[in-house]
Every structure is written in C-alpha cells, then in structure tokens.
C-alpha cells in the first residue's frame, strides 16, 4: 500500500508504479466509475488518499480474480447509496465467491490431470516408453 506522507500528494504516476497498473488504468477506473472519485488537489490533480488507496487495491483484486467490469461497478454504485444496499453487495459478494469456487475447482481438476500427464512423461524419459494406465486417453 502507499502510504501518505503528511502533506504530499500522492499522484496516479505514483500509485500506478506501486500497484504495477499503468495510469491510462487507473483513469479508466474512475472514468467508468469502477472506484469512486479519486480526491483532487484545487488545481485538479489526483491526489490520492488512503480512502482512495483501498479502493484502487480492492479493483485491483476483483479484476485479478476474475470479476467483471460490470458487477465492480454495480458493487460501487451500490456502495455509494449507503448501508441501505449491505444485503445486495453482500449477495453480490456471494455470487462472485461462489464463481470463484467453482473457477478453482476446474482449475484444480486440470491441474490433477496435468500432473499425472507430468508424470507419465517423466517415467517415459527414464524408461524410454511412454505408457498409460489402463483407459486412460493417451493424449
């Protein structure tokens, strides 16, 4: 996390280098109202806050795992109409969970299969023959 220094100002250039997301990212973001308003200096620089800090990190670990631009941007907007909104961006958070779930659970199956795949090769380089268990799709 960056943290603020007294009375600096923390600009995109800045944020953009610690969280390894280029600018034209973080200004889409906000275009797009995946996180709020970004607080401005009254010369209308970005000057990113800690609030604003959180917000940048909690885009960036939706998009990471997965979550579409559309449902971060519902869960803002939801946020914005206050606590009124809790049990819908609680059942938003549910449904994304549960997508995740079921993500990892496909990727663990595949990387099941890569494994023994993985296996049978590296025997197949110490005997010189590839060999499959019995049923087991060659390729």
């Keep these: 996390m960056v943290t603020i220094k007294g009375d600096d100002i923390v600009t995109i250039k800045e944020v953009a280098e610690k969280y390894h997301i280029s600018q034209d990212t973080l200004r889409y973001y906000e275009r797009v109202?995946?996180?709020?308003?970004?607080?401005?200096?009254?010369?209308?620089?970005?000057?990113?806050?800690?609030e604003d800090l959180k917000w940048v990190e909690l885009a960036i670990c939706m998009r990471n795992a997965g979550l579409p631009i559309e449902v971060m941007i519902e869960y803002v907007k939801l946020f914005q109409q206050g606590d009124n909104t809790i049990p819908a961006r609680l059942e938003l958070l549910n449904n994304q969970m549960d997508v995740l779930r079921f993500q990892k659970k496909q990727i663990e199956e595949t990387m099941d299969r890569l494994s023994y795949k993985i296996s049978r090769y590296e025997k197949a380089l110490k005997t010189g023959k590839l060999i499959w268990d019995k049923g087991e799709n060659n390729e």
């Design 33 to 50: 109202k995946m996180i709020p308003k970004v607080t401005r200096t009254s010369g209308g620089i970005r000057d990113y806050q800690e």
